[in-house]
């Protein structure tokens, strides 16, 4: 089993910048993939970015050039840096960890945007 936990979420102003954390723990094989969804209310949980095991980057085309995600590979620990911030953007952010066909996800982070 793998347990994940995610600390950073807020409300922040329109333009802002948060930082999300996912720090992932147990059975946690050398290759695997972590990344960030989100749900906005009312609406589907969407991909927002990922990071291979190699350090290869995927973003959705919502945040490319606003989010960047990283990883410490020490601490199999994931980053969200999220910056110019918009309303569009508030949502639980969901972070995932995926082993072969295993997906594990954290239980969420509520980001709200607004003035």
């Known amino acids: 089993q793998v347990q994940l936990v995610e600390s950073g979420g807020g409300l922040v102003q329109p333009g802002g910048s948060l930082r999300l954390s996912c720090a992932a723990s147990?059975?946690?094989?050398?290759?695997?993939?972590m990344g960030w969804y989100r749900q906005p209310p009312g609406k589907q949980r969407d991909l927002v970015a990922y990071?291979?095991?190699?350090?290869?980057?995927n973003y959705a085309d919502s945040v490319k050039g606003r989010f960047t995600i990283s990883k410490d590979n020490a601490k199999n620990t994931v980053y969200l840096q999220m910056n110019s911030l918009k309303s569009e953007d508030t949502a639980v952010y969901y972070c995932?960890?995926?082993?072969?066909?295993?997906?594990?996800w954290g239980q969420g982070t509520q980001v709200t945007v607004s003035s």
């Open positions: 147990g059975s946690i094989f050398s290759i695997y993939n």
């Open positions: 995932y960890l995926n082993q072969g066909r295993l997906y594990y």
């Open positions: 990071i291979t095991t190699g350090g290869s980057t």
